[in-house]
């Protein structure tokens, strides 16, 4: 189990991170959101069907935690001096004329920017998406096609 625990640390902690700065925006709340997902882990006692199914059940476990978290009234009082606010300054495109992607993708509705950011960053397929997210396939694609539509207008405003 240590080393299966090991394993799955080293593989999952930078995806479960960079998930969690989108929810919380704060980097010690993302580092301890991250460590209770692994704490989660251990409390778990039966094993994965698959190497996906790790992946989606970790997924499902650190969205959740980062909404209780945001649900808290300890972070609805509190302000961090590690806030992340959206940055002043945009990093470009090669062509030097529309916003960075990523400043775009954060700027989305939860469910549009976990779906676009499991989907194009962690190249996780709709179906398991679905899972992580507790939806419908259908839904997850109508969260992707809705996020692609404001995504397009947003690039097209700051052209």
Same mark, same amino acid.
């Given at each position: 189990?240590?080393?299966?625990?090991?394993?799955? *640390?080293? =593989?999952?902690?930078?995806?479960?991170?960079?998930?969690?700065?989108?929810?919380?925006?704060? @980097? +010690?709340? $993302?580092?301890?959101?991250?460590?209770?997902?692994?704490?989660?882990?251990?409390?778990?006692?039966?094993?994965?069907?698959?190497?996906?199914?790790?992946?989606?059940?970790?997924?499902?476990?650190?969205?959740?935690?980062?909404?209780?978290?945001?649900?808290?009234?300890?972070?609805?009082?509190? *302000?961090? =001096?590690?806030?992340?606010?959206?940055?002043?300054?945009?990093?470009?495109?090669?062509?030097? @004329? +529309?916003? $960075?992607?990523?400043?775009?993708?954060?700027?989305?509705?939860?469910?549009?920017?976990?779906?676009?950011?499991?989907?194009?960053?962690?190249?996780?397929?709709?179906?398991?998406?679905?899972?992580?997210?507790?939806?419908?396939?259908?839904?997850?694609?109508?969260?992707?096609?809705?996020?692609?539509?404001?995504?397009?207008?947003?690039?097209?405003?700051?052209?």
């Amino acid at each position: 189990m240590k080393d299966d625990f090991e394993r799955i *640390v080293y =593989e999952y902690s930078d995806n479960l991170f960079r998930l969690c700065m989108h929810y919380t925006k704060n @980097t +010690a709340d $993302a580092e301890d959101t991250v460590q209770q997902t692994f704490l989660k882990l251990l409390e778990r006692s039966e094993p994965f069907e698959n190497p996906e199914h790790e992946k989606a059940w970790l997924i499902r476990v650190c969205i959740n935690l980062c909404k209780d978290h945001l649900k808290s009234s300890w972070s609805k009082k509190v *302000v961090s =001096e590690n806030f992340l606010p959206p940055p002043s300054h945009r990093e470009e495109i090669p062509d030097g @004329t +529309a916003p $960075a992607i990523l400043d775009c993708v954060r700027r989305l509705p939860d469910n549009q920017r976990t779906a676009v950011y499991l989907f194009y960053y962690m190249d996780m397929p709709v179906s398991r998406i679905a899972q992580a997210m507790n939806a419908k396939q259908n839904t997850v694609l109508s969260w992707l096609r809705r996020a692609r539509k404001t995504l397009a207008k947003t690039i097209k405003e700051e052209f």
